[in-house]
């Protein structure tokens, strides 16, 4: 494996600072590479009392397709150069844009009660990550290197903890071929597997230290090769409050 997490069960990141004192609310987002249990972890926090699963952009939804016809001129520049070379920037990456562009305000609008943990799976960093890890050459342009910084600082204040899973390369890709949904990774070589996840980590390796230092985002870090779901759900649970200043709706 290139790189194991080295937070165990129960411990903070080693970016973790003290506690401020202005916010009482947590938004947390679940990140980590294929196959180390993203949605198992988002199904299960989401059914324990106190946490709730946070929308996602939706095209065919009226109100969602307005917000996105209404971010196109933002992201003109982005989306230019994603349709002039090959490989073209595709449907699923531009509504990624517009939801790190355009969703935190529809978030806090959809803000359920205050003792009430709202849960993002695949949610901006993550959409960040991936826009990045595929390397098409609308990601190599200055435009979206001044968009990425813009939405990495946006984000940074939005977000109170990250939950980064991960685990060996070698139970990562047992895993993306064994389960039942499908990933354009499975069923391929193995070598060319391990590549694929070593470019994802090391993208959320570039992200995630990036909102720790300019917010105030707690990392909680699991290998789940060795945590169990409980044991995840406990720590979360466990992990006091975070404050700091909410940003205007």
């Known amino acids: 494996m290139t790189r194991i997490v080295e937070t165990a069960v129960g411990r903070l990141g080693p970016t973790h600072r003290a506690e401020p004192t202005h916010r009482a609310d947590r ?3 679940i990140l980590g590479v294929a196959g180390a249990g993203k949605s198992t972890l988002a199904r299960h926090l989401a059914a324990a009392p106190g946490f709730e699963m946070a929308p996602f952009i939706h095209a065919r939804r009226p109100a969602d397709l307005v917000l996105i016809l209404r971010t196109i001129p933002r992201l003109l520049s ?3 150069a994603g349709l ?3 490989p073209r920037i595709s ?3 531009c509504k990624l844009l517009v939801y790190v562009t355009r969703w935190a305000p529809v978030l806090r609008r959809r803000r359920p009660q205050t003792d009430t943990v709202l849960l993002l799976d695949q949610g901006p960093l993550y959409a960040i990550v991936r826009l990045t890890a595929e390397g098409k050459p609308f990601t190599e342009r200055r435009t979206f290197s001044s968009w990425k910084r813009e939405m990495l600082d946006r984000w940074s204040t939005e977000l109170s903890d990250v939950i980064w899973l991960d685990a060996p390369d070698a139970v990562l890709w047992s895993r993306i071929n064994q389960r039942d949904q499908d990933h354009r990774q499975k069923g391929g070589q ?3 597997g391990r590549r694929f996840i070593s470019r994802y980590r090391r993208a959320f390796e570039s992200v995630v230290p990036v909102v720790e230092e300019k917010g ?8 789940t090769s060795t945590s169990t779901v409980a044991q995840i759900i406990e720590v979360v649970r466990a992990a006091p409050r975070r404050e700091g200043n909410q940003p205007d709706g």
């Open 27 to 29: 938004t947390i987002e």
């Open 78 to 80: 982005i989306l230019w």
């Open 84 to 86: 002039t070379r090959a």
């Open 91 to 93: 449907w699923p990456e």
């Open 190 to 192: 193995a070598e060319a």
């Open 216 to 223: 105030d985002v707690r990392t909680l870090r699991f290998d």
